[in-house]
């Protein structure tokens, strides 16, 4: 059962199409059309609306802007629905919205359920909505890369779990390797920075600093620096609070409160208010002892030690040369000598590290080296399968003499990884090289499919992967551009029943110039220009009963009205229906 469906899409001012809309179906749907008239088109806007690249010749002639909508029902647990949501997204109904707008500058705007959306993130959704194949894409297909791919798909989890733990391994091994060979590559450089290091934590140890000592000697240093002032107007300030005791005539700022707060206390018994100022005074005169107190003791107490003060300029002579070299202050250079130690410990730690790299790195070699023979062995078996349900479809493709068979070999490499009893080169993906070799009829040598098959031969071989794709990996919908390229007579007659076979799992979409594939359409969409050479929306149809059977005639021999080629065409949709009905 389809589980999504692309329902539509509206193609505005987009090569030769100025307004057109395209209505799909389940099943399989054939696009046909003079040669021209804008097939291609409706692949083209497809790939847009899955986040293909933005090309702004693509963009009509006169117009600002090219705009592609797609309309796709998508089950709201679907991974696709899922991910789309977590972008803010909104379903419309259970469908999907997606639009895609191309400026003729080449600017590039993409929206998904109603939210604008980076472009790539119709990219994601791709794998999950619809395989598009177009000659580009059968090009792709003979690159070894992709054709692994192919077969790790195909494969399922019998490939996939060990290739999730070899990746995790191999992901690893780099990761140690890298750092393996910084330590030794760089141990000259190493070592040097553990001298520098060690050199400037003994010259923080030597001079033994404290925290804030810094800022400590500088206050003393300036109160030595300035002793004989200082003691000087101690001594003014004593006398001018205390009174000189050498002159008995002198008035003192104590002595004056005193008699101030004795000619208010004999009469603060008639006002609170006076009360209240004599407390302040007596306050005063306490205060005004204590503080001539202090200011003797401190001058008695100064001491201007020139011997002290060349100790001191000595120590922050040794401070200063540290905060020169290691940090703005005594604080900071502490934080440096802690931080430079921790970092000499890991330094002369390398040799036990390099020690540790190295047997870890052996580890995951015989590590790898198991999960890539695991992962070769997996790919092998799979292999053998995947090659003869090929060859099967291939025979229902007219093609009953033709065999393919996958090639899964290493490459040698003195340095790599033992696999199968040799070293062998191993990448991200393992050790294996796949290739799709074709025989296609007894006594040929398989070739590679890029170099043993035709143009037909590869666009069937292309079908007959899809279509043992779909028993095992089903992707909802399928576009074809052109699959039956270089196709002809009986081939293309079987090319027509395998994608109507492929359509009983899948949406099937086929841009088509063959009438013999035409026919098995469910439904079959024509496309045609106005005189002025454009398409607009009259100019994609729905054909039906007699307009279908002047169309078929069109392609079989480029008359409509050809008595014979009618005949032919009637011919074939009954044939075609006759075997829907059987199958």
Known sequence: MVVSVLEEMRIRSLGVIDDAVVELSPGFTAVTGETGAGKTMVVTSLGLLLGGRADPALVRIGAKAAVVEGRITVPADAPAAVRAEEAGAELDDGALLISRTISAEGRSRAHLGGRSVPVGLLGELADDLVAVHGQTDQQGLLRPARQ????????????????AKYAAAYRRLRAVATELEELTTRARERAQEADLLRFGLDEVAGVEPRQGEDVELAAEAERLG???????????????LAGNPEDPEDVDASTLVAGAHRAVEAVRSHDPALAALADRMGEI????????????????????????????????????????????????????AEQGAARLTELEGDDDRIGELTEER??????????????????????????????????????????????IRQQDDPDGIEVGGRPVACGASGADEVELLLAP?????????????????????????????????????????????GVG???????????????????????????????????????????DGSVTRSGVTVLEGEDRVRELSRMLAGQEDSETARAHAEELLAAARADAVAS
């Open 148 to 163: 692994r791919q192919a077969l790790d798909r195909y494969a399922g989890d019998a490939v996939a779990v060990p290739h």
């Open 285 to 336: 005169g306490i205060l005004l002892g204590d503080v001539a107190g202090e200011l003797a003791g401190y001058a008695d107490n100064l001491d201007a030690d020139p011997l002290r003060l060349a100790a001191v300029e000595e120590r922050r002579a040794a401070l200063t040369h540290l905060t020169r070299k290691y940090g703005q202050d005594i604080d900071a250079v502490l934080a440096w």
């Open 489 to 531: 007579g009986k081939a293309a007659v079987e090319v027509g029943r395998r994608l109507a076979k492929l359509a009983k799992s899948a949406q099937v979409v086929v841009v088509t110039h063959l009438p013999q594939v035409a026919a098995f359409a469910d439904r079959q969409l024509l496309v045609e220009k106005t005189n």
């Open 226 to 240: 300035h002793a004989e002032a200082l003691a000087s107007a101690a001594a003014v300030a004593h006398a001018a």
């Open 362 to 407: 052996d580890a995951l070699r015989g590590e790898l080296s198991g999960l890539a023979q695991a992962l070769t062995d997996a790919r092998t078996e799979a292999a053998a399968r995947f090659a003869d349900a090929v060859t099967a479809e291939l025979a229902s493709l007219a093609m009953p003499h033709a065999r393919v068979t996958i090639d």
């Open 441 to 485: 009829h007894p006594g040929a040598q398989p070739r590679p499919i890029a170099k043993g098959a035709s143009g037909g031969e590869l666009s069937r071989v292309m079908l007959a992967v899809e279509v043992v794709f779909a028993g095992s990996d089903p992707v909802p919908t399928y576009l074809f551009d052109e699959v039956d390229a």
